[in-house]
């Protein structure tokens, strides 16, 4: 009891108190589970709704559902900074090298579409880009996420930092590592996330570098077969469509065949590959490669950390009209 006492009346205790009551009463609201209930009820319906006829006329964007979720949460926050379009002095962030082979993004304004159509400006573009994801990850075979809502719309792009941010493909793993550590992301989450790699395709211009003047010799020999017969050239056009699929085993299903893949030396990217070689990030390659549910597991948490990366709650930024401009 004295001891209670003692730290009830301690400074420290009573500035927490004080920080917390100031925090609640600061108006600035934070991110919550269905945030929409009353302004927009059937919002998160109607966007699986979409996310799943989408999926159904074209697969993969699921796919790219969650690669927007990564390139837009790890730019300063999970804002759309992403989707906005290079107009009225905003350089767009798609068009950083960082962005190359992103596609379908003409469906986020298809989705974004049938939620304006029920609820106009309600549902921010930010959360249309983590629920689209989190529906995505269902489609492609994983766990139903609890995600919540309520992030706001930022009103700047900012494309000056994409390559602050988001890691290239044949950077260090310690530089990767701390990429995601800065944002609350720990070794084992960041092994989980490229475990994304496991659907998908990748442009022959990020793999020619392991192909040519010599094959890497780290690559499995038939493996490396297949990616000289998708990529023939060491100088591909980069306008051309040619690419090497991420997993050729499941290539649409969210699993941890990237892991045995990787193992077995079948890791597109430079980064991929050093997930095993480097002594930090290997034991959690092995066990996911053993256990589909623990992979899942993992990746669910660290997406979800993702996704609340930072958000623009209360009175910041707005809720975009149309996802690719700033509202005028
Ligand atoms: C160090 C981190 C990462 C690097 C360097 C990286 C790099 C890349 C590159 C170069 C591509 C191929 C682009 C192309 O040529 O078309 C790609 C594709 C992809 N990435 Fe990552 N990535 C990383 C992490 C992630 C994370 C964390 C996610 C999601 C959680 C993700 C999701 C995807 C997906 C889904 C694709 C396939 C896209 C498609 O087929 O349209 N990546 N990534
Ligand atoms: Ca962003
Ligand atoms: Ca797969």
Redesign the pocket.
């Known amino acids: 009891m004295a001891r209670n006492r003692r730290q009830l009346s301690d400074p420290g205790i009573t500035f927490l108190f004080l920080a917390l009551l100031l925090h609640f009463y600061s108006g600035t609201s934070v991110l919550q589970l269905n945030y929409y209930s009353e302004s927009c009820p059937r919002a998160e319906e109607i966007i699986k709704q979409q996310v799943v006829n989408l999926y159904h006329k074209h697969g993969?964007t699921a796919?790219?559902w969650?690669?927007n979720?990564?390139h837009d949460c790890m730019v300063k926050s999970c804002d759309a900074s992403l989707l906005l379009e290079t107009a009225r002095g905003v350089e767009s962030e798609k068009l950083s090298s960082r962005s190359?082979?992103?596609?379908n993004f003409k469906y986020i304004d298809t989705i974004k579409k049938a939620v304006e159509s029920e609820c106009p400006q309600t549902v921010s573009c930010a959360d249309i880009v983590v629920l689209s994801a989190r529906d995505g990850f269902e489609l492609l075979g994983g766990p139903y996420i609890e995600m919540k809502t309520g992030r706001r719309d930022s009103k700047e792009s900012y494309a000056t930092v994409v390559e602050d941010s988001?890691?290239?493909?044949n950077?260090s793993m310690s530089l990767?590592l701390s990429?995601f550590q800065s944002i609350g992301i720990d070794a084992e989450g960041t092994v989980a996330?490229?475990g994304?790699?496991s659907?998908?395709?990748?442009?022959c211009?990020?793999v020619v570098n392991r192909l040519y003047p010599t094959v890497d010799p780290t690559l499995d020999p038939e493996y490396a077969e297949y990616l000289e017969r998708r990529c023939p050239s060491p100088e591909p056009d980069p306008k051309a469509v040619q690419?090497a699929r991420?997993d050729l085993e499941t290539p649409m299903v969210l699993d941890n065949m990237y892991y045995k893949n990787i193992l077995s030396h079948k890791g597109l990217?430079l980064?991929d590959q050093q997930l095993v070689s480097d002594p930090t990030t290997s034991p959690f390659v092995e066990k996911m490669a053993d256990d589909n549910g623990y992979f899942h597991d993992q990746f669910s948490r660290a997406?979800l950390l993702?996704s609340e990366n930072n958000p623009l709650t209360g009175d910041d930024g707005e809720i975009r009209k149309d996802c690719r401009y700033v509202n005028v």
Do not use: C, E
């Open positions: 993969n796919v790219s969650i690669r979720l990564f190359f082979g992103m596609r988001i890691p290239n493909h950077d990767v990429r996330l490229l994304a790699h659907v998908g395709r990748v442009h211009v990020n690419y991420n990217l980064v997406l993702l």
